[in-house]
């Protein structure tokens, strides 16, 4: 395990500012996820960490000692990408074994390595194979397989998921839960899915535009997101968000009336998540529409009214059934969580 530290960090390509200068410290052991669209600078960050990508400014410190000047294979790093990077004439045991090869260990010990590695990620029954003759998640354990058989200081994963079907996702993203909980290892996790950030980072650093936005645990930034992008990014279904005004301390919108506690402003943009809303029959509710539409999650309905020019969702009960374009009211949930921005800055008020 060690400690990684981004000073002042910062990457050109030319005349084109690809990360901004910025710091950030990764902990010792933790599972930090590095998470924006694409295009955010996210892998360009993960790529200065392994030494792939030569930084502009700034220093990388791991375990207290710079690296800037250091290759990627002196700086105890395993790296896992989004297309495994197996070797495909090799088998499983032999792409696994490789970099215990290279490292000079002896036969036997390598052995016994593998073994122990190929087990955890339960590819006991495949060894002999190639990954021609493998499926999508096999692959994938393969190449968690090679990175941590010879158990570096740090995992930097680059959406090592993508490639996989959901349902497999889902398998993977408990399995590399649980390899963390027992390796223990620093790791450094790149994706545009906010699902996977959300279960399973120890932190998540949002990105956008080169920049880190918020920095924080998954928990404090679903429910206190730092402006509106974050706000938008975060959440399935996303969180609604409607544009309007404070005055007489309401905000107010077409088809919404909610008390909040700000002064009067313009400008205002309010949010609120779906499973904070409930479905009323109340015609003098806080929100009222007319019924878009309805989509059946199997858990849930997700009712969708519109108002104006804003769309409000909120997840009802499965059972829930009425026609398109009836009138449809929702309430905020008791204690609620009503967030409010800055139109124009994206900044989160009060």
């Not at 009222?288 to 969708?304: F, I």
Request: hydrophobic share 40%; with cysteine; proline share 5%.
């Amino acid at each position: 395990m060690a400690e990684v530290r981004l000073v002042d960090i910062e990457k050109r390509y030319g005349g084109f500012l690809a990360v901004p200068k910025q710091s950030l410290t990764i902990h010792e052991g933790e599972f930090l996820v590095l998470l924006g669209p694409s295009g955010c600078g996210k892998t360009t960050t993960m790529r200065m960490i392994a030494g792939l990508e030569d930084i502009t400014a700034g220093d990388i410190l791991i375990a207290g000692a710079r690296v800037n000047d250091k290759p990627p294979k002196d700086r105890d790093i395993a790296m896992v990408f989004q297309n495994y990077g197996l070797y495909p004439h090799m088998t499983v045991r032999q792409n696994i074994d490789y970099p215990l090869k290279l490292r000079g260990m002896n036969l036997a010990d390598r052995k016994a390595r593998v073994l122990e590695t190929a087990a955890k990620v339960e590819l006991d029954a495949l060894l002999d194979r190639r990954p021609s003759e493998l499926s999508g998640g096999q692959r994938q354990r393969v190449a968690l397989a090679r990175a941590i058989v010879r158990t570096p200081s740090i995992f930097l994963l680059d959406e090592p998921l993508s490639n996989l079907d959901a349902k497999l996702r889902v398998t993977m993203r408990a399995e590399l839960k649980h390899l963390h909980h027992e390796l223990g290892v620093t790791t450094v996790y790149v994706t545009h899915d906010q699902m996977e950030a959300m279960t399973l980072a120890s932190r998540v650093a949002v990105m956008r535009d080169g920049r880190i936005v918020q920095l924080d645990t998954p928990k404090k930034i679903y429910a206190e997101p730092a402006d509106l992008f974050v706000a938008g990014f975060i959440g399935s279904p996303s969180m609604n968000l409607i544009d309007g005004h404070i005055s007489g301390g309401l905000f107010r919108a077409d088809g919404v009336e909610l008390p909040v506690d700000l002064a009067d402003r313009d400008g205002v943009v309010l949010g609120i998540r779906p499973e904070e809303l409930d479905i009323t029959h109340d015609t003098g509710a806080a929100i009222s529409g007319k019924l878009y539409a309805l989509e059946l999650t199997g858990e849930s309905t997700l009712v969708t009214l519109r108002n104006g020019p804003s769309s409000v969702c909120a997840r009802g009960h499965a059972d829930f059934e009425a026609e398109i374009d009836s009138p449809c009211h929702l309430k905020p949930r008791t204690g609620a969580r009503i967030h409010l921005f800055d139109r124009e800055t994206g900044e989160r008020l009060g």
